[in-house]
T-cell receptor, first 115, second 113 residues
């Protein structure tokens, strides 16, 4: 199956700093990438959808100036959490889709802890 | 608005028993339905994808059925093993959602040796 990687897998940062998370499709071209956030023992919450070369579409309630998403190529999307605060601590997961049946392939996730 | 519900929220069975996980959705206008597995602190692994025109999909010990008219899907795992312990999530793709999945809350499964 298709492989999606995320980097870093874990990151700890201080409040007020910015953190960038990378999502890569390793063996296919991802025309669309999705970013999710997952709270402990909860399901995934879609944050935004990004298409290569276009601005990301954010879900209601997600601050686009705080969660900057870039999808510069068909294999790479980045999520930057700007001016991070402890409440931004969470598990962030990306997925990529490039097939006709809209199947999504998920990355292993990034655990962000803001101190 | 599409709502996806998974029952039960948690399930514990002895090794060797068959697992039956349920997923229901309120809007039958779906493109496909996917079942995923998630281990603690990990990402999602796709198990099965059923297109809206299909009734079921099988992979090894896993079988997923889809009844679009009644808004239900069932994931069967035969002869469960301790390694099957994980959270299982179902997600539907609506025809008007531009690729966005709607997830259920998941069923946490524990298979005891």
């Amino acid at each position: 199956g298709a492989v999606v990687s995320q980097h870093p897998s874990r990151v700890i940062c201080k409040s007020g700093t910015s953190v960038k998370i990378e999502c890569r499709s390793l063996d296919f071209q991802a025309t669309t990438m999705f970013w999710y956030r997952q709270f402990p023992k909860k399901s995934l919450m879609l944050m935004a959808t990004s298409n290569e070369g276009s601005k990301a579409t954010y879900e209601q309630g997600v601050e686009k100036d705080k969660f900057l998403i870039n999808h510069a190529s068909l294999t790479l999307s980045t999520l930057t959490v700007t001016s991070a605060h402890p409440e931004d601590s969470s598990f962030y997961i990306c997925s990529a889709s490039g097939t006709e049946n809209y199947e999504q392939y998920f990355g292993p996730g990034t655990r962000l802890t803001v101190t | 608005k599409q709502e996806v519900t998974q029952i039960p929220a948690a399930l514990s069975v002895p090794e060797g028993e068959n697992l039956v996980l349920n997923c229901s959705f309120t809007d039958s206008a779906i493109y496909n339905l996917q079942w995923f597995r998630q281990d603690p602190g990990k990402g999602l692994t796709s198990l099965l994808l059923i297109q809206s025109s299909q009734r079921e999909q099988t992979s090894g010990r896993l079988n997923a059925s889809l009844d679009k008219s009644s808004g239900r899907s069932t994931l069967y795992i035969a002869a469960s093993q301790p390694g099957d312990s994980a959270t299982y999530l179902c997600a539907v793709l609506r025809t008007d959602s531009w690729g966005k999945l709607q997830f259920g809350a998941g069923t946490q499964v524990v298979v005891t040796p």
